[in-house]
């Protein structure tokens, strides 16, 4: 396999056929640096108008708003949490909570479970590795590597959470009883956030909850491996959720980027707190009251691996019809968006790459 020096190709090769060994080698990227390379394969090389955006940051201190959920208990301190929220998902489209409810030995056995998956032998992975994810598992790196410019540096496990759990079997056993406490408490979590969200809307508490739209659950376990070369390419390229809402819990190391205005700006970790995003669905069903922005990571500069658990809310009624709101439509403010059935929406969003896969413009009247 050809490798790059400064950005230049050694050796002519077949990309298609570069591509194909490294995913039917089923190694993943731990593989790769498990193997001892030096220098990246080029199908994980970034164009150059992408790299040189990685040095790309906000000329402003600007930080991610975090919110303390502690107080939404107090009818009289309630409002102000979901002002808070409404204000951070108009504008940026993330914020982080605090006091949400989880336990910190929780969180850190979330992280724990995903990290010592991705450092088992390859053989044992390599039982789960598919893109067809027909039992609701899977291992991959890289979802869009057939479909992507760019390869990025990073491996996946993937289960369904919603509404019916992945075959239960099928979870690898090393986090499965870790995995299946993590969904009661993001079950519980989507609730009162969805409930928070509609406040924030001037809705009933009920209204997103009553559309399904935490019921559909996605969880994702990404590994970031050290990257030897991490300006010639990315941990995850630019892009915005396709869903409702996203809950990501990351480690302490860091490397998620938020696309603002002016320039990118860091989430940075903050210890027992969760990192919330708005998707392009809710954006949608919103009538743009809420925001759904890029997001990327960089790849992984540090001497340890990077992990991070995402779950992905999205409607459990796949078959329904969304747009936005009827209540959020007016003479003044008319439906910015089309109608349209989920499962056409989110099958448009993995047919294409994962950069650029923001879907509003799709569906925008």
């Given at each position: ?303 340890e691996p990077r992990v991070s ?54 569906y925008r009247q």
């Amino acid at each position: 396999m050809a490798t790059v020096d400064g950005g230049d190709l050694v050796e002519s090769y077949d990309r298609a056929k570069a591509v194909k060994e490294f995913d039917e080698s089923k190694i993943g990227v731990k593989g790769l640096i498990d193997s001892g390379i030096k220098e990246l394969p080029p199908f994980f090389v970034h164009p150059p108008e992408i790299l040189s955006d990685l040095k790309t940051r906000s000329k402003l201190q600007t930080e991610i708003p975090t919110v303390d959920l502690s107080e939404i208990e107090s009818p009289d301190r309630r409002p102000a949490v979901v002002e808070q929220i409404r204000r951070a998902a108009s504008t940026v489209g993330f914020f982080q909570i605090i006091n949400h409810g989880i336990a910190q030995e929780v969180l850190d056995r979330t992280i724990a479970s995903m990290k010592a998956f991705h450092e088992q032998p390859t053989e044992i992975k390599a039982r789960v590795y598919r893109r067809e994810a027909f039992t609701g598992v899977s291992f991959i790196s890289n979802v869009d590597l057939y479909k992507s410019n760019a390869a990025s540096w990073r491996d996946t496990l993937q289960i369904r959470l919603g509404p019916t759990l992945a075959d239960e079997h099928e979870i690898p056993e090393i986090c499965r009883k870790a995995t299946i406490e993590w969904d009661r408490h993001i079950v519980r979590l989507g609730e009162l956030l969805m409930g928070l969200l509609s406040e924030g809307l001037g809705l009933s508490t009920e209204t997103l909850k009553e559309m399904t739209c935490y019921e559909g659950r996605v969880m994702v376990g990404h590994y970031y491996p050290f990257c030897p070369q991490p300006d010639m390419t990315v941990g995850l390229t630019s892009h915005a959720d396709p869903g409702v809402l996203t809950v990501v819990l990351q480690d302490h190391i860091g490397g998620l980027q938020v696309r603002s205005s002016d320039g990118w700006i860091d989430v940075k970790p903050v210890p027992g707190a969760l990192v919330i995003n708005i998707g392009d669905l809710l954006q949608i069903i919103s009538n743009e009251k809420y925001k759904s922005v890029d997001h990327r990571v960089l790849a992984n500069a540090s001497g340890e691996p990077r992990v991070s658990v995402a779950v992905f809310y999205n409607p459990g009624a796949r078959e329904n019809v969304f747009g936005p709101l009827p209540e959020l439509t007016s003479a003044e403010k008319p439906a910015r968006y089309r109608s349209f059935k989920y499962n056409e929406f989110i099958t448009r969003f993995f047919s294409k790459q994962l950069d650029g896969k923001s879907l509003t413009n799709y569906y925008r009247q």
